[in-house]
């Protein structure tokens, strides 16, 4: 090893050190060792993990599948035929439609296609971290404008930040970690005068009012990103596409960095899934109207304020500090997403809902946290 070699080493792994990455925190693994309990005792409230999807029925159609499938062989026409699926399902031809490895590798896909170093991407805070990570990997800029008070869009000041450098726009509609939609009018807005390409993340879109799919091709430099993580509950298998006009899609199915992006087996089960899409429906049904006793009940706490919700989570604020929260909910068994300070609130938390014994769990030991 000379020493050229030896000095650009340290600096790249130094450089690399430097680099923003997502971490996961807290497991219930290490959680249940930590306290010397059962993991089935855990309460994870932290992910926004679909438990309402039928299990039973989810491993049959998996089981099945194992049965059906080679894999000795690599995919061959899955990709196309979930497409097939999708288009009936979201209601557009299947040329507006790709297919990627959950939403965080589109948005990565994305980036690496339209980034390059020294543009800027615009979005608002907080929202999702995975856009700023990839974009500061690619050597872009990344700037957020906070979000107003009532968690809505501040387009204005947005607006102003436009420039002919801005070659990306990420929208989280409705919004990770405040849970409400952003008005359609302000969304439509921003991305009509835009001077590059918009993400309009629906990851949650199942659990929503409204969803611009119908209208996507009134917007010809948008890409719907939606998830099979949320509202299918494959969160493990790691499946997204995207909704956009067919010369975004036809881009960003062709320009994948690699071959076979999505294992065969995953896109199976997705199409499988699709076609038994009352498992779905059903749990997002009974998702959301858990989610309107979650916000009832937690709303009667005193110390605690949970706000409107149109995903599969809700965003609460406590009046004791969130640090101590957190730590008392975690010697209970319990991991919710603790955000801290978010715009004019100080002791945010996200929310999953949960199945109800498991917000029962949660509600008692907010009451006696608050009450401490």
Sequence with gaps: MNASYQTWFKQKLAKL????CYSAGVTPEGLAEQLGID???IVKLNFNENLFIDRTKQTAIMKQLADEIDLRLYPEDEEAKLREQLSGYMDVPKDFLAVGNAGDELIDRIVRLFIEPGDVAVSFMPSFAIPRLCVKRQGGEYVAVPLKGDFQLDTDAMLSIFSDKTRLLYL???NNPTSNQMKPQDIEKLTKVFPGIVILDEAYGEFADYSFVPRIREF??????????????LAMLRLG??????ELAAVLRDKAPLPYPVSGFTIRMGIKLLGNIDIEQTAVAALVAERGKLIKQLNQIAGVEAFPSQADFVLINTKAPADEVYMKLLKRGIILKKWGPLLQYENCFRVTVGLPEMNAKLIEALKQIQGD
């Design 17 to 20: 050190q430097t680099i923003d």
């Design 220 to 233: 010809p430099n948008m890409i719907i990103l939606r998830t099979f993580s949320k509202a299918f509950g």
């Design 39 to 41: 993991q089935s005792k």
């Design 172 to 174: 989280c509609s409705p």
């Design 241 to 246: 596409y995207v909704v956009a006009n067919p």
